[in-house]
């Protein structure tokens, strides 16, 4: 089965940079797009990155993604670290057969 | 405008079948390329997405969920149904519905929380 692999958890202090990174367990994670979704306590996730490297309308270019087929992993990257950037963020992709596959996700502290 | 609303039981008691509603609005399920998902989140826990149907009626389900679900359309009511059998209280989650368009889940619907118990 595919998998998705996050840490669990990053922090960063106000106006810094951070990577959180995303590794496909099989095959290439650039056979499929990969999005990152952020989801604030109580709130459903909404989308911070789609189809690799796409910001919807709204998010910050603060927000970047990335591929690395050499690693087999995506990463989202975050500059000018803010406040309101504290988070759980989960990378998702799908499988060979078009099933969904979430990360376990990483929580940010900004402090 | 896309929204998305999840309805169904709060409670469920094991061994039950859980049935859960989402209603939308903003997009047609009749659309190439347009599906709607169902993702579930236990307390503190991390998402796991459960099924998706495509406008084809296309139907895709979670591998290690598959004999217990199953998710049908309704095109002209705007709704997708999932149903859910033999629930068990690990299954207590908040199941959100999205709309799949390009790649990406989104939007979400703002979740519903079940929870079982007896």
């Known amino acids: 089965n595919f998998m998705l692999t996050q840490p669990h958890s990053v922090s960063e202090s106000p106006g810094k940079t951070v990577t959180i990174s995303c590794t496909g367990s099989?095959?290439?994670?650039?056979?499929?797009?990969v999005q990152w979704y952020q989801q604030r306590p109580g709130s459903a996730p909404t989308t911070v990155i789609y189809?690799?490297?796409?910001?919807p309308s709204g998010v910050p270019d603060r927000f970047s993604g990335s591929i690395d087929s050499s690693s087999n992993s995506a990463s989202l990257t975050i500059s000018g670290l803010k406040t309101e950037d504290e988070a759980d963020y989960y990378c998702?992709?799908?499988?060979?057969?078009?099933?969904?596959?979430f990360g376990g996700g990483t929580q940010l502290t900004v402090l | 405008q896309i929204t998305l609303k999840e309805s169904g039981p709060t409670l469920v008691k094991p061994t039950q079948t859980l049935t859960l509603t989402c209603t939308f609005s903003?997009?047609?399920?009749?659309?190439?390329?347009?599906?709607v998902g169902w993702i579930r989140q236990p307390p503190g826990k991390a998402l796991e997405w459960l099924a998706l149907?495509?406008?084809?009626?296309?139907?895709r389900y979670s591998p290690s969920l598959k004999s217990r679900l199953t998710i049908t359309k309704d095109t002209s009511k705007n709704q997708v149904v999932l149903t859910m059998t033999n629930m068990d209280p690990v299954d207590t989650a908040t199941y959100y519905c999205?709309?799949?368009?390009?790649?990406?889940?989104?939007?979400w619907g703002q979740g519903t929380l079940v929870t079982v118990s007896s």
């Open positions: 099989s095959g290439s994670i650039a056979s499929n797009y």
């Open positions: 189809e690799d490297n796409q910001r």
């Open positions: 998702q992709s799908y499988d060979s057969s078009n099933h969904a596959v």
């Open positions: 149907i495509y406008w084809d009626d296309d139907k």
């Open positions: 903003g997009f047609s399920l009749s659309t190439s390329g347009v599906g």
């Open positions: 999205a709309h799949r368009g390009r790649g990406e889940l989104s939007p």
